[in-house]
């Protein structure tokens, strides 16, 4: 059971939502009432944005059910190093990130935490990322055709080891850097016939006009999200604000979006880093995108693969026993890891529990792990 503790930060993290949002064209007269839209006609004007220059404070609140967890001592959730206690501390508390973007190549985010800040810096090809609480930097040379810009913001993790990975789907726990526009495009890929969706026009976020898509399942109790609203800029198309409910609960489960937004130009000064005196810098380089075909490159390491059930917001994935392990690590949970899994956990059948107001991860002691925005009972019987 204890093997698999080390992993539930790279469970959890898909809720997480700190980051930069695609950077689309200013336009005038954008608080005024905008014209109405269909549901259909909102999400081209989402497929539709364009990079362009903005600044924004971005704020994100979680309301998950999770328990209190102290805030100093062992089993804290604040102050470590961690990897736990860090994501155990964005899902129970609220934070703030200040965003620069200057087209596809230069960006910056800024999470803003108590007495301490962490930032990712683009400029072209050279890629920082900087703890001022661990003091750690870590500096990147990025490929060309990631240099030139692909109209894809800063998407990676802002980590407090700079020997985290940076690889999508990593077991190595990181935090994710998702932002308002890429949670819509998650939102709006579960739109299906499962989905009821509505649409209005009278709401303001950060001082701009935006269409509301509200997306509702219709599974009713076979999945924990009440619905989904998604506050679309009317002039631009960028998505300002995402508001996840939780099923029986009043308070918003998860809200993240721009408290101001900017559409000028930041200044050339914000994305030229230098590591501050004493910090401890790390260097990499990128590997190149590889020029050969296909048939011919070389095959990855096999391992197991997870096991996908159900279709929109009941789907259940289920990851094998080892799935989650990374090569050379220890499967041993450290002190801190141990006491917050039976913080957060209840003991059921075969394996431990966490249910949060939006997700459910099950953890077997044959080493399997179940995660889904259903209820733990529903991953209890997929398991069978």
């Known amino acids: 059971m204890n093997k698999n503790v080390k992993w539930l930060p790279a469970l959890l993290a898909p809720v997480l939502v700190i980051g930069a949002a695609i950077a689309v064209p200013a336009v005038a007269n954008a608080s005024a009432t905008p014209a109405d839209k269909t549901a259909q006609q909102v999400l081209a004007l989402i497929a539709g944005a364009k990079d362009a220059a903005y600044s924004g404070t971005i704020e994100q609140h979680s309301d998950l059910g999770l328990p209190q967890l102290p805030t100093t001592g062992a089993g804290s959730s604040a102050g470590g190093s961690d990897s736990t206690s860090q994501i155990l501390d964005l899902l129970t508390a609220d934070h703030r990130a200040r965003v620069f973007v200057d087209g596809a190549s230069k960006q910056r985010v800024q999470v803003l935490d108590s007495l301490a ?34 109209g894809t913001p800063i998407t990676g993790p802002v980590p407090n080891d700079p020997d985290a990975s940076a690889t999508p789907g990593s ?16 939102a709006i890929q579960a739109i299906t016939p499962s989905t009821d969706v509505t649409v209005t026009s009278t709401a303001s976020v950060a001082g701009r006009a935006v269409y509301q898509l509200e997306l509702t399942p219709r599974t009713g109790s076979a999945t924990l999200v009440s619905h989904v609203v998604l506050s679309v800029d009317a002039a631009t198309g ?30 050339a000064s914000l994305f030229r880093f230098t590591p501050p005196k004493g910090a401890s810098v ?22 197991p693969k997870p096991t ?20 050379g690590s220890s499967p041993t949970p450290s002190a801190t890891q141990s006491k917050l ?19 459910s991860v099950l953890l077997l002691d044959d080493g399997r792990v179940l995660v889904g925005a259903v209820p733990v009972a529903t991953l209890e019987a997929a398991a069978q």
């Open 308 to 327: 996908v059930t159900g279709t929109g917001w009941d789907t259940i994935v289920e990851l094998p026993a080892g799935a989650t392990a990374k090569k």
């Open 171 to 186: 077991a190595t726990p990181q935090l994710q850097s998702l932002s308002p526009a890429q949670l819509a495009d998650r």
């Open 238 to 267: 960028l998505p300002l604000r995402v508001v996840v409910d939780a099923r029986g609960q009043k308070a918003a489960a998860f809200s993240v979006g721009f408290s101001s937004i900017d559409f000028s130009t930041p200044s």
């Open 341 to 359: 899994l039976d913080e957060l956990t209840t003991a059921v059948p075969g394996g431990r529990a966490l249910q949060t107001s939006l997700l």
């Open 282 to 303: 790390t260097t990499r380089t990128a590997p190149a995108p590889s020029a050969k075909k296909p048939d011919t490159a070389p095959k990855a390491a096999t391992h």
């Open 117 to 150: 800040e962490r930032d990712v810096v683009r400029n072209g090809s050279e890629l920082w990322t900087y703890d001022s609480k661990t003091k750690k930097a870590t500096h990147a040379t990025l490929p060309a055709r990631s240099a030139a810009g692909s």
